[in-house]
């Protein structure tokens, strides 16, 4: 049955969540919910954000959707508990930033891990045979030591990585590359700090963020309400909330131990503790 009263979006806000590391299947409902916000023509977007960064090109891929929306929907981004590297980053796709005073964000910079197990195969008495095309194509193999010029490779990467964060928040933030570099050397700060940096425009909570960004399109912030652009779920959580509940720590493990596995040798905008 299709509902014959629809909702009136224009003088809705549009609301998207992002938690967690950021990657394929995070750029794939974002860049789908930003559609709606565009089809449906919602006059803004509460962006909230709640993400320790993840993937280089996932969190490019949202940040250009988010600028090429930002041309005809106000956007403002609230960042939550934790909104760093990469969170940072997608965050500069908002023409407005609101963060708490203790919100954990910056960490911008570029990590790229490896894992060596070359004693622990010598130990159990495993070796590998490789043939290869060229003398780089098993840079970051599991099973040796990186040499020098490997060593040069990746930190040339991790430097154009670099260089197009700290260009991409000067021009988001109408600061000197400069001044951005003496900040961006994978510290974090606080949203207070963040303010004080110029990364973040006001303090305030998300409610806060919601009353701001309706005011910015002339709607009234006591009245207006957010629409959430959700990830449908799966029949069985819809009918049985309690099982998703039940599983959601255990879910949340897995799905971080499969982030680290398949982002391992990439270079990612990403905070670790």
């Keep these: 049955m299709v509902w014959p009263f629809k909702p009136k979006f224009r003088k809705q806000i549009a609301r998207i969540e992002i938690t967690g590391a950021i990657a ?17 023509k919602f006059p803004a977007l509460l962006l909230r954000i709640d993400s320790p960064g993840g993937t280089v090109g996932d969190s490019q891929e949202i940040y250009s959707a988010l600028k090429r929306l930002g041309k005809k929907t106000k956007i403002v981004a609230s960042f939550g508990n934790i909104s760093a590297s990469g969170g940072v980053y997608i965050g500069m796709g908002a023409e407005h930033i609101m963060a708490n005073p203790g919100t954990i964000t910056g ?4 990590i790229l891990r490896g894992n060596n197990l070359e004693r622990l195969l010598e130990k159990v008495g495993v070796s590998f045979k490789v043939i290869k095309s060229g003398p780089y194509k098993d840079i970051l193999s599991f099973d040796r030591e990186l040499t020098e010029a490997e060593e040069n490779i990746l930190q040339q990467l991790i430097d154009v990585s670099y260089q197009q964060f700290v260009q991409t928040i000067a021009e988001a933030r109408s600061l000197a590359v400069e001044t951005v570099k003496s900040f961006a050397d994978g510290r974090i700060f606080t949203g207070e700090q963040a303010v004080e940096l110029g ?8 409610e806060d963020a919601r009353r701001w960004t309706a005011e910015l399109v002339g709607l009234d912030p006591e009245k207006t309400p957010c629409y959430t652009l959700e990830e449908r779920k799966p029949l069985l959580s819809r009918v049985l909330p309690g099982s998703r509940q039940t599983k959601s720590g255990i879910r949340a493990g897995i799905d971080w131990l499969e982030f680290e596995v398949s982002t391992s040798g990439l270079p990612l905008w990403l905070y670790r503790p």
Excluded: P
């Design 24 to 40: 394929g299947a995070t750029r794939t409902r974002v860049l789908e919910a930003l559609k709606t916000v565009e089809e449906k």
């Design 107 to 110: 960490s911008i910079g570029v």
């Design 199 to 206: 990364v973040v425009d006001r303090l305030g909570t998300e």
